[in-house]
């Protein structure tokens, strides 16, 4: 095997299982530290370490059409999804988060315009999506289901986690497609900005909603600030750089794919170290969206194996 072959397997193992990990340690560190604050250091340390790293490489980081489009990559794909993300763990467990964010894939399939006529030409492509649309609305189902029976408010995640998806998805295809040649060779530096941007906007909301008054630093316990470390150096630098690196030598709609594959990482994780509870139609959604990435996947083999 091949060291680019190797490289594709290494950046897929990250989005896949290290960013399907993120879930769990974004719910410790929030036990500490509010979401816009959270938000703001991770993304302010990744981004003045990977673009340190960036420009003793040679790239230039100071590009002016570079910073532009990775100012609108970063407060659309970065800023927003993030923010939506930490913000719905208010109301429900990182385990189901990160099940509905399984979604993200049949959002980038719906609006990659220029990919319609291939996404859309397999039987088997629209059947594995429309799958995994049902698994996940099994899991919405039910989350409604529990809210009318107890009184709470848990739609609110719920809805938060809807427009994070869209929002991810239209990032995820503005990258793929705003981006030159000569930028595509700097997608490392690109991800140092789009973190900058974010960090940007987490700071401002972090002001605004009195988390830097309101936060005593001192008082955040020690796994809060390990689960940030882990963040910034794994989930951060390393998984979505990896992301924004596929977006550029694969299809959008294929490195979407992570979504679903996430939600099993995130719900082991959750059950075993966070000891949420998991139903059994959280474990049936989990099981056709499965089966829905298998369809897809399998066509996709099919399609790769002609095209040699």
């Known amino acids: 095997m091949g060291r680019w072959k190797l490289n594709i397997l290494f950046a897929y193992f990250l989005i896949y299982v290290v960013w399907g990990s993120t879930y769990y340690f974004i719910s410790v560190a929030l036990r500490g530290l509010p979401p816009f604050l959270l938000g703001a250091f991770r993304f302010t340390a990744a981004g003045l370490i990977l673009l340190i790293w960036c420009y003793f490489r040679g790239e230039p980081v100071f590009k002016k059409s570079l910073i532009k489009k990775s100012a609108v990559s970063g407060i659309v794909l970065l800023f ?78 719920v809805l938060l986690l809807f427009f994070g998806c869209i929002s991810w998805a239209l990032g995820t295809l503005y990258t ?98 966070g000891k949420e509870e998991v139903t059994w139609i959280q474990i049936m959604g989990l099981i056709v969206i499965l089966l829905s990435v298998m369809l897809i996947s399998r066509e996709k083999n099919s399609d790769e194996l002609v095209s040699k």
């Open 80 to 157: 927003i999804d993030m923010a939506v993300i930490m913000l719905a763990q208010r109301y429900v467990s990182s385990s189901l988060v990160a099940i509905i964010a399984s979604s993200t894939a049949i959002w980038i399939m719906a609006f990659d315009i220029p990919m319609w006529k291939r996404n859309f030409r397999s039987v088997s492509v629209i059947a594995g999506l429309v799958m995994g649309f049902l698994g996940v609305m099994m899991l919405y189902a039910e989350q409604f289901r529990i809210d009318s029976l107890t009184g709470e408010h848990r739609e609110y995640g």
């Open 176 to 273: 793929k497609y705003r981006s030159s040649g000569e930028e595509e060779v700097n997608a490392f530096a690109g991800s140092a900005w789009q973190m900058f941007f974010a960090s940007a906007m987490f700071w401002i909301c972090a002001f605004f909603n009195g988390d830097m008054v309101n936060t005593d630093l001192q008082a955040v316990p020690v796994v809060s600030w390990l689960s940030l470390a882990y963040l910034i150096v794994f989930g951060s630098i390393m998984a979505y750089s990896a992301y924004i690196w596929l977006l550029k030598v694969r299809p959008a709609t294929e490195v979407g794919t992570h979504a679903y594959v996430n939600p099993f990482v995130a719900v082991f994780l959750g059950m075993t170290l």
